[in-house]
């Protein structure tokens, strides 16, 4: 069975800083990673996702994330954030063994000050 | 190309009464997905299917039912409503088994 654990509910952070939303999770076998955006009363979208290959994954919006196996985590950086970036991230992961049981984290919720 | 389209976008039901959810697909997607999303807890997952005519249960199946007749639709039956199941509801679809695209979500609530 595999568990998200996202570490903080809340990040709060003014424009222009750098951000790190940290996620880490748990599993008996190898997993995809990803990381899934939501803007206020819309679904999720996926932001990067990490399958195989290079542990740095580039996504969409600037953002990007880091696969640390040994550490069991995959955080996710933007070096300078927006107002518009405000939303909840979601962290997620699936067994690499064909599963369809996707596990999301409880959310970061992201909000950017001017 | 229309993605996940869900109808209602918000229904108040009252203990007891039933609805069903509706989700359709046009990316001719052969795997669907519902969640439930309950503020704090991310998102579980109560049904899914593989392909027209193949459904299995996920996380937390209790009080739903689902069915899949043709590889567009894919709804969500509430059978005797409970305040438990207020919640937003997202329909999901995907072409592989892991990037999923989500619809917009219906808000229920039950009183």
């Known amino acids: 069975a595999q568990s998200v654990t996202q570490l903080d509910s809340q990040v709060p952070v003014f424009e222009e800083a750098p951000v790190e939303l940290r996620c880490n999770y748990s599993?008996?076998?190898?997993?995809?990673l990803f990381w899934y955006v939501q803007y206020p009363n819309q679904g999720l979208q996926l932001l990067l996702k990490?399958?195989?290959?290079?542990?740095l994954v580039k996504g969409i919006n600037g953002f990007e994330a880091e696969f640390n196996k040994s550490q069991t985590s995959f955080h996710l950086r933007k070096p300078s954030v927006h107002i518009s970036d405000t939303a909840e991230y979601f962290c997620?992961?699936?067994?690499?063994?064909?599963?369809?049981?996707?596990?999301f984290g409880a959310g970061t919720r992201l909000f950017v000050k001017a | 190309n229309a993605g996940v389209t869900q109808t209602p976008k918000f229904r108040i039901l009252k203990i007891g009464q039933s609805m069903t959810l509706q989700c359709a697909q046009d990316?001719?997607?052969?795997?669907m997905y519902w969640y439930r999303q309950d503020p704090g807890m991310g998102l579980k997952l109560i049904y899914y299917?593989?392909?027209?005519?193949?459904?299995d249960k996920g996380e937390v199946p209790n009080g739903y039912n689902v069915s899949r007749s043709t590889t567009e639709d894919f709804p969500l039956r509430l059978e005797l409503a409970a305040p438990s199941q207020t919640s937003v509801y997202f329909c999901?679809?995907?072409?592989?088994?892991?990037?999923?695209?989500f619809g917009p979500g219906t808000r229920l609530t039950v009183t």
């Open positions: 299917s593989v392909g027209a005519g193949i459904t």
């Open positions: 997620a992961v699936s067994p690499n063994t064909g599963g369809f049981k996707t596990i």
């Open positions: 990316m001719n997607h052969n795997y």
């Open positions: 999901a679809s995907s072409l592989t088994a892991y990037e999923q695209y």
């Open positions: 990490y399958l195989s290959g290079s542990t």
């Open positions: 599993s008996s076998v190898s997993v995809y």
